[in-house]
């Protein structure tokens, strides 16, 4: 069961979470569009789960040659190739049926979106410098634009830009420590060849500044004193996520916050904070 766990890659559904976005800002978290955007939630769990095989599937040779990918299901052989593509091909048909049935129809095709932007970018878009990183964070702001779409609920266009940024600002975060890890050869990851650390590292916190200014701006935008109390506790964040990956991390959003009981912690305290004062 653990291998099949581990092929599905369940730890990453955590970001699938950016589906309620749009209700939590929106004071509708706990409206009976919550059941909407839960069925959403698990239509993106499958559609991503089948994304994830399919790079598997495409990775498996240059996996194996990998220090902790080669224990990947597929690249270690406890999964045939053959099975991963029936688990996959369900996961897809399950996601769009779900989609279909639990909201907007139009929502489907930001499923179908988000899977052909990632069929492309196995299919040999990940070797291209920025197209890479330009779809990985696509990728986060996708679930938000379903979320809002699948609900109906409109999100502001400051926290739009703030998702936006931060993707980007995890997304060259993660090929900078690939880099640092693998070194520049690229030996597993061709697209390595063509970032150099430097620019990498420049540009990312290019992106943590403008998110973080987004994200003061919308909270300006509300007119009220107590959310401007919540930006220091982003930057306090993502302070402490450039801490993570500055160490000796692969860059991984959900690995560095999920081995992190700090970040965890002050996450939680971030959300908290917005939701009592959103709320109450």
Known sequence: MKKYLKLLRVKHYLKNVLVFTPLFFNRTLFSHKCMIAFL?????????????????????????????????????????????KIIGLTCFALSILLSFYGGRPVSSILLLLYFVLNFLYSAGLKNRPLI???????????????????????????????????AFYMGLGKRRNEIQKQGESGATRPVLQFYTYSFLDKNMYVCIALAIAFYALWAVERNNLRFLWSVPIMMIILMKYSLDIEGNSDGDPIEVITHDKVLILLVTVFLAYLGVIIYI
């Open 40 to 84: 959403g939630f698990l239509a993106f769990c499958l559609i991503s789960s089948s994304v994830y095989i399919l790079n598997d599937i495409q990775d498996a040779p240059k996996d194996r040659l990998h220090p902790t990918k080669r224990f990947r299901p597929i690249a270690s052989g406890e999964i045939s190739v053959f099975k991963a």
């Open 132 to 166: 890479d990183v330009i779809i990985l964070a696509s990728g986060f702001i996708i679930r938000v634009i379903y979320g809002a779409v699948l609900t109906n609920i409109p999100i502001s266009g400051w926290l739009y830009l703030t998702i936006w940024t931060g």
